[in-house]
C-alpha cells in the first residue's frame, strides 16, 4: 500500500466538468493498494497521516498534525502509484489490486482517517478527475506499508 500526501492550501477535484469534492487547508491524499494488502496496512496508514506533523506552528517550525490545524483531507484512488517500471517505457500494473478489492480499501481507508478525527473528502474511484490544487511549501511525503 502506498500513500502520496501533499500539504496543500486548497484542492478541488471534478468529473466531467463537475466538482465533486474540495477542501481548504490540508492534505491531498493520492492512495494506491497494491495485490495482497491487508486492513492494517491502511490503519497503520492512516494513524501516521492523521498524526504527522508537517504543518508549521507558530515559530515555523513543522511541527502540527492536519487535525492541530483544523484541515482537512482529500482522498483520491490512484492505483497509477503500484507502477512497475522495470522494463521498457510503458510502466505496468500488474502489482495493483482487483478494482473491487481496491475500492473497498479505499473506502475503509477514508472512514479509518475519520476516526482519527480528520474531516475527509473523496474522489470517485475509477473515474477520469481533475485535480487542482495549491500545494503548501511544497511539502510531499511519500509512505509504503507492505
Known sequence: MKAVIQRVKSAVLEVDGSVVSSIGHGMVVYWGVEKGDVQDSSA???RKIANM???SD???KM???VKDVGGEILLVSQFTLMADTSRGNRPGF???ERPDIAKQM???AGKLLENEGVPVRY???GADM???QVNDGPVTILMEKK
Open 130 to 132: 481533475t485535480i487542482t
Open 53 to 55: 506533523r508537517i504543518f
Open 44 to 46: 497503520y496508514l492512516a
Open 106 to 108: 479505499y473506502l475503509d
Open 63 to 65: 511541527n502540527l498534525s
Open 123 to 125: 474522489g470517485v474511484f
Open 94 to 96: 500488474e502489482l495493483a
Open 58 to 60: 507558530e515559530n515555523g
